[in-house]
């Protein structure tokens, strides 16, 4: 979708808002740091993780699975899946897998991980667009860690019910294809209730994932101190915004979700989430500086060049800017692009290597038997 019978209109009020994310980049990690907290609802209060019940345990293919389940105080109960190696001797790294937005808001949890029953119905075309055909969750805890995901803020577990005639009929294949189409229209319905009530979708979905990082931090099976995130897409967004508020990380994968604002403006706007555009931090810096606001944790950004939902000249300047930042910090090392060719995506050889990194980083799996 293009803005050109207003180009005169956006590029009028972009030339001042490339100014404000200009002068962004030279605010210290601190006050991008402060900013994000804000932004995306930090609280005193999200220490502490929630109290999570086990309904359902299974061992299969070289893991240990736990289904669970958590009340966050609003909305329906939280799902999740906890996978880590079945050779496993002592404490792992421990790593939140991140579903993405994918307009496919039926499943979260599932369209990354399998459970007790393997893949769920509906859910081979999304992975095989998108993952390679994998469920990316089982093979990075086949790899050696402690998997925790879960069902973000209006997927899954925790998708809203559309009622008033607005409900597809059950789990059918037509019934998830026809509350993906309605649960796309919907998003913009929750994001305008969420401003009325003085917060974002984003900064809900924020508080989701830190309270199911406090969670896996608190589980024995998890080495202390070694906790990362990882995800694509939608996915990707979360997890810049967890690095970025979520204290207890020390190491983040953003996969197909990095990009300037300026770059999006014409012909990039439209695709993409309301999560993307948190109110308040658009107006005071940009995408990359949220994900380069703590410069003391790695974190490694996975381009691909030929992504539709991006321009290439957009990535690269997200990119160099994500390198600027982290070397005037001193941590040039803590920061690696990687750029791969095709579409949107995240494919078994960047799987492989962002499970490398992620090992360098959160620590060798010790803990594996032989």
Not at 95 to 105: D, E, I, S
Not at 149 to 164: K, N, Y
Not at 345 to 362: G, P, T, V
């Amino acid at each position: 979708m293009s803005m050109a019978p207003y180009q005169g209109w956006v590029g009028g009020l972009a030339a001042g808002r490339s100014r404000v994310w200009a002068e962004a980049e030279q605010a210290s990690p601190a006050e991008l740091r402060a900013l994000a907290m804000s932004v995306l609802g930090a609280g005193p209060d999200e220490d502490e993780p929630p109290e999570a019940r086990v309904t359902g345990r299974w061992e299969a293919d070289g893991l240990v699975g736990e289904a669970l389940s958590w009340d966050l105080g609003y909305g329906p109960p939280t799902e999740a899946y906890l996978l880590r190696p079945s050779s496993a001797t002592g404490p792992l790294p421990g790593v939140l897998a991140l579903h993405c937005h994918g307009g496919f808001k039926w499943y979260g949890k599932e369209k990354v991980a399998d459970g007790p029953d393997g893949p769920a119905p509906g859910t081979a075309g999304v992975r095989r667009e998108l993952y390679d055909g994998t469920a990316y969750a089982n093979e990075l805890a086949r790899s050696g860690f402690v998997v925790l995901v879960h069902d973000a803020f209006m997927w899954g577990s925790r998708r809203f019910a559309l009622t008033e005639g607005l409900q597809p009929g059950g789990g059918t294949e037509d019934g998830i294809a026809a509350y993906n189409d309605l649960a796309g229209a919907h998003e913009h319905l929750v994001e305008k209730y969420c401003r009325l009530l003085g917060t974002t979708a984003a900064a809900v979905v924020a508080r989701e994932d830190r309270a199911a990082l406090a969670y896996l931090a608190a589980r024995p099976e998890v080495a202390a101190g070694h906790l990362g995130c990882i995800g694509l897409s939608g996915g990707g967004l979360r997890a810049c915004m967890l690095h970025a508020t979520g204290g207890p990380v020390r190491a983040s994968v953003v996969v197909g979700m990095m990009a300037t604002y300026r770059s999006l403006l014409d012909q990039h706007v439209a695709r993409h989430t309301w999560l993307l555009y948190p109110a308040g931090w658009p107006e005071r810096a940009d995408w990359p500086d949220l994900a380069g606001c703590r410069t003391e944790v790695p974190l490694l950004v996975q381009y691909n060049r030929e992504d539709p939902l991006f321009p290439l000249e957009g990535m690269q300047a997200a990119h160099e800017r994500l390198e600027r930042r982290y070397q005037r910090a001193g941590a040039a090392g803590r920061y690696e692009g990687q750029f791969y060719p095709g579409g949107h995506k995240f494919d078994r050889a960047m799987q492989s290597a962002a499970f490398d990194w992620l090992r360098r980083h959160l620590g060798a799996p010790e803990a594996m038997g032989s």
